[in-house]
């Protein structure tokens, strides 16, 4: 499994189409500050008033129920492909369904998984335990002990925080290990040092965690020893975003504890544990170390690099040899796996080892490629391609550390997404498990196009529809992108989108616009801190392509997105209202002039800049959709929701744009998910009802 730092995550400046500008309140000043209290019983009053009022007019639509029923039908569904995972030799799985609202671990071999009907072995159930214990469990996954991988290190959220407990698992004894590791709650990590011996970075007390809410100081914990017995081994700063911990170990035995200190959300530091110290790689700020394999560390470039007289270019794939790298970590000399063209870049999980090789994924003009590469006895890599259908999205689930097997995904718009068992040894893969259609897809078509945004630069976007649909711009359609944090938006196959609004005659887009990762890390840097309204001009020339096609109007246009999305729609919501007739906002940013001070917002000033610099400062006030609401414009009605346990983006965002929207008397409708996390809902059931309400609303707006 690949390595990234747990806390890292998911042009020049255009002048803004858009010529008001609001003047930053003072805390003082603002009067919805009340709200930013998530739990407060005031703020609890108004959230659960607002839910009322939305769901009053979203849940009695005719259409609702039949919407909640296909999205829970799809959601509830056994025939879905159950998510497989290596450990110990067997293929384990988390999995929810009406008998198991929680979900259930569960395991069974390889050749039962390959099966119609695999006979699973219950693990550990998560309904039980919270039943037994009082709690509302959410998984969050589990880290077994190579290389035996008996004892697992278990993860769980109270609700769906980010904020989570860790538990010592035995995976023999079916239990949790008495008097095993424990780590009580907090957002931390933790990794395995050896059999008796955790690295763990956590809330230890007082002057712990960064301002972004997140552990900055590395500990090591011995079997059977209380938690102020820990010994600190690593100590980063309050101004850092935070510190990524994991151990790694290749099938040869070797191993490396590696400590990453985020520095900004894009630059971190890269450490090797010596001991009771921590030794520096010199690494470029902008990379990470992604796997460990034939004694060759992996490391993915996000910057270019220059080192031993060769030159690496950003979006590459290297390795450095652990040993060398131990002995004078330095002089590193990297060896090149992967270089990208110039439309290509690495998929989300890049390099994924099975026992001897590498599985690496790359897109070329939003399109997915898997290869197998071997190291050669010279220090270099030789590499075959995997064949794997084309047009279609790619990426690996798993990769077996006792063998050469690896799971991969591979999915598009409109055929069922495919899991495929692959043979690195042999170059080989095929078909394990196929989801069945949800949705009728004899009638559609995807097209790719590309727009032309405001600086000339081309954007690419994908556009589901039906194949004989007129080009009257009468068709109702969804547009959705996110736009930010190198995050690649590729083609999926959505059966609630298939299901609930393809069939129903709906077209979707998914534009692939800066900011994201679809053409490696230039795309994304184009879109930084006050470059960031290119981001926006990209989505509204998709939009206007859309128009100038007659695939869509005004009328018929609905737009969607969330977290970064979210701000993205509430950007597109107060600049461009004339373009849409449904404004969905998922989870959102708004208020740009206070998000340093909310949930993990601080961790985000690489990305957006900070309101500490006066440019940046100026330009977010220029953008931020809370402070550019105009009293006496005319808006489309949005949706906005999020959820009360988000601790990363924060529920406090949404509620103040609604506020202020409410206070302008300008139409809304707001609900908030009491569970859930920076999500939809901490189970099936939660999460069905929120995409009925969803579609819902763009039925409505869209269709009526």
């Known amino acids: 499994m690949a390595f990234r730092c747990t806390v890292l995550l998911a042009a020049s400046l255009i002048t803004m189409s858009s010529s008001f500008a609001a003047t930053p309140l003072r805390d003082d000043k603002d009067p919805f500050i009340w709200l930013e209290q998530v739990d407060s019983p005031r703020a609890m009053k108004w959230v659960r008033t607002e839910n009322e009022k939305s769901l009053s007019v979203l849940e009695r639509d005719s259409r609702f129920q039949g919407l909640y029923g296909e999205a829970l039908a799809i959601a509830q569904a056994k025939d879905r492909i159950p998510t497989p995972h290596f450990i110990g030799g067997e293929v384990y799985n988390f999995w929810q369904d009406p008998d198991h609202v929680r979900g259930i671990w569960r395991k069974t071999s390889l050749a039962d998984y390959r099966s119609d009907v695999p006979h699973w072995q219950t693990v550990l159930d998560l309904d039980e335990l919270a039943r037994t214990e009082k709690a509302n469990w959410v998984w969050v996954g589990a880290d077994c002990r190579l290389p035996d991988e008996r004892f697992c290190l278990i993860s769980l959220s109270d609700g769906g925080e980010d904020a989570s407990t860790v538990r010592e698992f035995d995976l023999q004894a079916g239990q949790f290990v008495k008097d095993g590791f424990e780590l009580p709650k907090s957002k931390q990590s933790a990794a395995w040092e050896d059999a008796d011996k955790i690295l763990a970075t956590?809330?230890?007390?007082?002057?712990?965690?960064?301002?972004?809410?997140?552990?900055?100081?590395?500990?090591?914990?011995?079997?059977?020893?209380?938690?102020?017995?820990?010994r600190e081994?690593?100590?980063?700063?309050?101004?850092?975003?935070?510190?990524?911990?994991?151990?790694?170990?290749?099938?040869?035995?070797?191993?490396?504890?590696?400590?990453?200190?985020?520095?900004?959300?894009?630059?971190?530091?890269t450490y090797l544990v010596d001991?009771?110290?921590?030794?520096?790689?010199?690494?470029?700020?902008?990379?990470?170390?992604?796997?460990?394999?034939?004694?060759?560390?992996?490391?993915?470039?996000?910057?270019?690099?220059?080192?031993?007289?060769?030159?690496?270019?950003?979006?590459?794939?290297?390795?450095?040899?652990?040993?060398?790298?131990?002995?004078?970590?330095?002089?590193?000399?990297?060896?090149?796996i992967y270089a990208p063209g110039p439309r290509e870049s690495l998929g989300e999980t890049a390099a994924a080892a099975t026992v001897s090789r590498l599985i690496v994924v790359s897109y070329d003009n939003v399109r997915g490629r898997a290869a197998i590469y071997t190291p050669t006895p010279d220090g270099g890599w030789s590499h075959k391609p995997l064949a794997l259908p084309d047009n279609s999205s790619v990426a690996v689930v798993d990769t077996d550390f006792r063998s050469e097997k690896a799971f991969l995904s591979v999915t598009s718009f409109l055929t069922p997404s495919t899991l495929w068992l692959a043979d690195a040894a042999s170059d080989e893969a095929s078909v394990v498990k196929a989801l069945p259609p949800k949705f009728d897809a004899s009638g559609l078509t995807v097209d790719q196009h590309e727009a032309i945004s405001s600086d000339g630069a081309k954007i690419p976007y994908f556009l589901v529809h039906a194949k004989d649909a007129k080009p009257d711009g009468?068709?109702?359609?969804?547009?959705?992108?996110?736009?930010?944090?190198?995050?690649?938006?590729?083609?999926?196959?959505?059966?609630?989108?298939?299901?609930?609004?393809?069939?129903?005659?709906?077209?979707?887009?998914?534009?692939?616009?800066?900011?994201?990762?679809?053409f490696g890390p230039a795309w994304h840097e184009a879109g930084l801190k006050t470059h960031r309204q290119i981001v926006y001009d990209d989505f509204v020339a998709v939009a206007k392509d859309l128009i100038d096609r007659k695939v869509t109007s005004p009328r018929r246009l609905g737009i969607q997105g969330g977290s970064n999305g979210g701000l993205l729609m509430g950007v597109e919501f107060t600049q461009h209202p004339e373009l849409w007739n449904a404004v969905d906002i998922q989870v959102p940013l708004l208020d740009m002039l206070r998000f340093e001070k909310i949930a993990a917002g601080a961790s985000w000033v690489g990305e957006y800049g900070s309101v500490s610099n006066p440019e940046e400062r100026a330009f977010l006030t220029k953008i931020s959709p809370y402070n550019n609401i105009r009293a006496g414009a005319k808006y489309p009605e949005p949706f906005i929701w999020t959820t009360t346990k988000d601790d990363r983006v924060g529920p406090q965002h949404a509620?103040?744009?609604?506020?202020?929207?409410?206070?302008?008397?300008?139409?809304?409708?707001?609900?908030?998910?009491?569970?859930?996390?920076?999500?939809?809902?901490?189970?099936?059931?939660?999460?069905a009802h929120t995409t009925a309400l969803e579609l819902t609303y763009f039925t409505r707006k869209l269709m009526d």
Do not use: C
């Not at 007390?205 to 500990?219: D, E, I, L, R």
């Not at 099938?251 to 490396?256: L, Q, V």
């Open 474 to 518: 009468q068709t109702p359609t969804i547009l959705y992108a996110y736009g930010g944090f190198q995050d690649s938006i590729t083609p999926t196959y959505s059966a609630n989108i298939g299901k609930l609004w393809l069939e129903r005659g709906g077209a979707f887009v998914i534009a692939n616009i800066r900011g994201g990762g679809e």
């Open 202 to 230: 956590r809330d230890w007390g007082p002057g712990t965690m960064t301002a972004s809410g997140y552990p900055f100081v590395v500990k090591s914990l011995e079997r059977g020893q209380p938690l102020s017995a820990a």
């Open 233 to 269: 081994i690593f100590r980063g700063k309050p101004e850092d975003v935070g510190i990524g911990i994991a151990t790694l170990e290749d099938a040869a035995g070797h191993k490396a504890s590696v400590i990453q200190r985020g520095v900004s959300f894009f630059e971190q530091e």
């Open 275 to 336: 001991g009771d110290s921590a030794v520096r790689l010199n690494m470029p700020l902008k990379s990470s170390i992604d796997n460990l394999v034939a004694g060759r560390l992996v490391i993915e470039l996000r910057q270019d690099w220059t080192a031993n007289g060769s030159n690496f270019p950003a979006g590459s794939l290297v390795s450095v040899d652990l040993a060398a790298a131990k002995a004078d970590p330095q002089n590193l000399r990297p060896v090149l």
């Open 655 to 687: 509620r103040k744009f609604a506020a202020k929207l409410a206070e302008m008397k300008i139409p809304y409708l707001y609900y908030e998910v009491i569970e859930g996390g920076h999500a939809s809902g901490a189970n099936l059931k939660e999460r």
